[in-house]
């Protein structure tokens, strides 16, 4: 059980740091923004910043539910 909660700590660090990455290297929207009062469209991404926009989705749902197991795995 030590191994499989240590190995579920390691892909969740990997998750948490690839998930950091994909944000930062993401293109910023333009139009001003919410703080100028500009209008962006959330979910208009295509092309490759579509690719990573999906990716970023499906990387932090993978996070979400490994902190809820290891949370609900006993030590």
């Known amino acids: 059980m030590d191994i499989l ?4 700590i390691l892909v ?4 948490a740091i690839g ?3 994909l944000v930062l290297a ?15 469209d959330l979910f208009a ?7 990573m926009y999906r990716l970023t989705v499906w990387m932090g749902a993978a996070f979400a539910v490994l902190a809820l197991l290891i949370g609900l795995l006993p030590r």
Request: charged share 10%.
């Open 26 to 40: 993401q293109e910023p929207k333009t139009g001003g923004g919410d703080l100028l009062g500009g209008q962006t």
């Open 12 to 15: 969740y660090l990997g998750i």
């Open 45 to 51: 991404a295509r092309g490759v910043t579509g690719g």
């Open 19 to 21: 998930l950091v990455a």
């Open 5 to 8: 909660y240590v190995l579920l």
